[in-house]
């Protein structure tokens, strides 16, 4: 998979995230459930996993329930049912993995590569989380800035060695400046939430370059988009601690 692709793709869906704070949370829960469906249909593609079509319903499902009830909860807790959509989307994946018929002998690590994709799709609700929360773009644009920053770094063709250190600084150096452009928030929470985007960007870059190019279309998309929905509940608890 080449690191332009994914970066632009990466770059599109922070764009389609921050723009939900002007255009409103109907956008928001509607761009959520898209890109978790779009990311649950294509991670069976990306690992290369049997049963691919079900498993991808599953782990769609999953996500886009978490950001729909997430835009819809009442009271303050936001994420509340989050965790259920995350359990039950589990259980579907094991009993999915016990009934199908094909790929036995890799039936361990298929569980485990659909449960980690259950996972990031059901973090993805916390953007819809973030924007009910504040109303406002608050941290949501320093993270996005951030990591375009980080995605743009991991497009040079050099090795991880020196590209995961330059794009943990680059973001971390973003922040701040995105903080002093956009918000109040203080330089040094600023700049260890540049860090944490630039560090979960720079694993996933690093996961992509060992797990090897992907020539299926929704694997390339279902790749890029992972390091980006796991941010989405990383910002709605940052701006928690650190806002309030």
């Given at each position: 998979m080449k690191s332009s692709i994914a970066g632009l793709i990466g770059i599109l869906a922070?764009?389609?995230l921050v723009a939900g704070h002007y255009l409103g949370l109907?956008?928001?829960m509607g761009a959520g459930i898209a890109l978790a469906a779009v990311f649950g249909v294509g991670w069976p593609h990306y690992l290369g996993i049997p049963a691919k079509k079900t498993l991808g319903a599953v782990?769609?499902?999953?996500?886009a329930g978490a950001a729909l009830t997430a835009g819809l909860a009442a009271?303050?807790?936001?994420?509340?049912?989050t965790p259920l959509y995350i359990a039950v989307g589990f259980g579907a994946i094991m009993v999915v993995q016990l009934v199908r018929g094909t790929g036995q002998i890799h039936r361990l690590e298929s569980t485990l590569g659909a449960g980690?994709?259950?996972l990031i799709a059901g973090l993805a609700c916390g953007w819809v989380a973030s924007l009910r929360y504040l109303g406002e773009p608050g941290l949501t644009v320093i993270v996005a800035f951030s990591?375009?920053?980080?995605?743009?770094a991991g497009m040079l063709p050099w090795p991880d060695r020196v590209l995961a250190p330059l794009t943990i600084a680059l973001a971390a150096l973003a922040s701040p400046l995105a903080a002093l452009i956009f918000s109040d928030v203080r330089i040094v929470p600023a700049m260890v939430l540049g860090i944490v985007v630039g560090a979960v960007i720079a694993a996933f870059h690093r996961l992509r370059t060992l797990a090897g190019v992907s020539t299926h279309p929704l694997g390339v998309a279902a790749a890029s988009l992972?390091?980006?929905?796991?941010?989405?509940?990383?910002v709605y608890f940052v701006e928690k601690i650190v806002l309030h």
């Open positions: 922070f764009a389609m109907g956008y928001t782990i769609g499902l999953a996500g009271g303050s807790d936001y994420l509340a049912w980690a994709g259950v990591g375009v920053v980080a995605l743009l992972a390091p980006i929905l796991s941010l989405g509940s990383l």
